[in-house]
């Protein structure tokens, strides 16, 4: 579980987040707390909840069954 945890980060924390986003226009723009933006890109133990990874793919408009298609390419 934590290798499929650590994929959700890291897919987030490049794809979405990315080097040139602030983490707080990021948390804004998602309905999450700036700490959990930050969390996700930087604590490797950080365990991401399914309702904080909800919120940030219903602010994305995509449904999490899409999400998790996006992780396993």
């Known amino acids: ?17 990315g080097e ?3 983490k707080t226009e990021f948390a804004l723009n998602h309905n999450i ?3 959990t933006a930050r969390r996700i890109c ?3 133990s950080y365990t991401i909840t399914l309702f904080t990874l909800n919120k ?4 994305r408009n995509i449904k999490l069954s899409e999400f998790f298609k996006l ?3």
């Open 71 to 73: 992780i396993d390419n």
């Open 1 to 17: 579980m934590g290798d499929l945890n650590r994929k959700i980060c890291d897919y987030v924390a490049t794809e979405w987040i």
């Open 20 to 22: 040139t986003q602030a």
């Open 56 to 59: 940030i793919c219903e602010a």
């Open 42 to 44: 930087n604590d490797e």
């Open 33 to 35: 707390d700036e700490k």
